[in-house]
């Protein structure tokens, strides 16, 4: 058994995607523990995680990587974040946004023992109440079941830094259930577009019915 590095901090075992354990011995959503060459792998599930499931449908490129820090918008109980917590290590940090507390509560088992990770409870939409807190991000992940999903990724830019990435899971049916998924990631992209541009976009489908995965460039 080998690990082939994809990206930095994201590895292929067997053909299935793995990240280095910062929290050794510890499961995050129960998913399978693997040691490769003294090293401890977390395996990555794509059913459970739109990150996962982009890298396996042709992700080219990942802007995350050891030592960035990353603005997490839509944290829930730590599933793709401690996968991000894993890029990063220790010398990076996750800003964990969550709305609901029950998933919070989740979230700050997760946290107890990742570091990297810093919680905040509240809206994104609501960016001012928690921007003295981050500094400015090298990339902002978003996945957030939401109608607005445009513009909480454009008042959440303001934290990031020039030039910086965007990852975001488009939800189309969280956004207008009556019109067709293609209408509605264009609707996303053109309404982003004054912000951000475009540098790759997954279907991510076979995974995440009626998603589309984007990343995206600070103009």
Not at 92 to 111: P, Q
Not at 119 to 132: H, K, L, S, T
Not at 158 to 171: P, Q, V
């Amino acid at each position: 058994m080998t690990a082939k590095r994809l990206f930095d901090g994201v590895f292929s075992i067997d053909g299935k995607l793995a990240t280095v354990n910062l929290a050794k011995g510890k499961k995050v959503y129960g998913e399978e523990l693997v040691e490769v060459g003294g090293r401890e792998y977390r395996m990555w599930n794509p059913y459970r995680s739109k990150l996962a499931a982009a890298i396996m449908m042709g992700l080219k490129s990942m802007a995350m990587k050891e030592g960035d820090s990353v603005l997490y918008l839509g944290a829930s109980t730590g599933t793709t974040s401690s996968h991000v917590s894993d890029i990063v290590g220790e010398k990076g940090i996750v800003y964990c946004v969550e709305i609901s507390e029950r998933s919070m509560r989740d979230l700050l088992k997760v946290c107890e023992s990742r570091r990297n990770m810093l919680p905040i409870f509240g809206d994104a939409r609501n960016v001012d109440e928690y921007a003295d807190d981050v500094k400015k991000v090298d990339a902002i992940y978003e996945d957030v079941a939401a109608p607005d999903q445009a513009d909480i990724l454009i008042r959440n830019g303001a934290l990031l830094k020039k030039n910086g990435f965007a990852y975001i899971a488009i939800k189309s049916q969280s956004i207008d259930v009556s019109k067709r998924p293609r209408e509605v990631f264009d609707e996303f992209l053109e309404r982003t577009s004054g912000s951000f541009s475009v540098v790759q976009s997954v279907d991510i489908d076979r995974y995440d019915k009626k998603h589309l995965f984007v990343v995206l460039k600070k103009s």
